[in-house]
């Protein structure tokens, strides 16, 4: 079945250092893929999306490529700050699947230190 | 945004006892909700998707007569956990679905633990 794998946290980094968070998945077909990020105390939020190959999705700093032939989805920033803190969450919706149905990786927790 | 809102945002409960989970989407209409399940350092587990007006889908392996859910209106549906054990203990999330829009939004998540 669909499944999505992500690194395991915590990832720890300095303020204004590059981050990376790898995410690929497993699908039949071409699914939407999703970053969520959900802050100490809050619901998951929405960062970024993308539904099609090659897409790139960005948000407040962040990027995501849809790689169809790595089946990848890496979220990027280029200088994180310490309200990065948070655990990110990639995820896809299975182009089968027309109720907005998703599959979450396990998450990674990014702290960032000042 | 729009805001979904979930409640208790945490429970303790005894052995053997009933507990319901409140989802509301506060300020659209969700024909659509969903209902997740998260251990510990693990991923959001998907148990059900709610449909207002009709019996929720369970994915395989979730016990329908345990995790009862209910979507009587259009923005609000409610999970009861029946006859709770302590391996029912988890952090259970809801997300609704825009009907317009097919956009997700998530609750904060309730945070259930079973003496």
């Known amino acids: ?114 | 945004g729009a805001v979904v809102s979930q409640h208790p945002s945490w429970v303790i409960c005894k052995s053997g006892t009933s507990v319901k989970i409140e989802c509301r989407s506060l300020d659209f209409q969700a024909t659509t909700m969903f209902w997740y399940r998260q251990f510990p350092k693990q991923s959001l587990m998907l148990m059900a998707t709610s449909n207002e007006g009709s019996k929720a889908t369970y994915e395989q392996g979730v016990e329908k007569d345990k995790f009862l859910i209910n979507h009587a209106s259009l923005t609000l549906s409610t999970l009861t956990v029946t006859s709770a054990h302590p391996e029912d203990s988890s952090f259970y999330i809801c997300s609704a679905r825009v009907s317009n829009t097919g956009e997700l939004f998530f609750g904060e998540g309730s945070r259930l633990t079973v003496l």
Request: net charge negative.
């Open chain 1, 1 to 114: 079945g669909d499944s999505v794998t992500q690194m395991e946290g915590p990832v720890t980094l300095s303020e204004e250092a590059f981050l990376t968070i790898n995410c690929t998945y497993t699908a039949t077909g071409y699914p939407s893929l999703f970053w969520y990020v959900q802050y100490p105390g809050e619901g998951l939020q929405l960062l970024l999306k993308a539904t099609k190959a090659d897409d790139k999705g960005s948000n407040k700093g962040f990027e995501a490529t849809y790689r169809k032939e790595t089946t990848s989805f890496h979220l990027e920033k280029g200088s994180v700050q310490v309200s990065d803190s948070a655990v990110y969450f990639c995820a896809l919706s299975a182009i089968s699947s027309n109720t907005g149905k998703l599959i979450f990786g396990q998450g990674t927790t990014l702290q960032v230190k000042p």
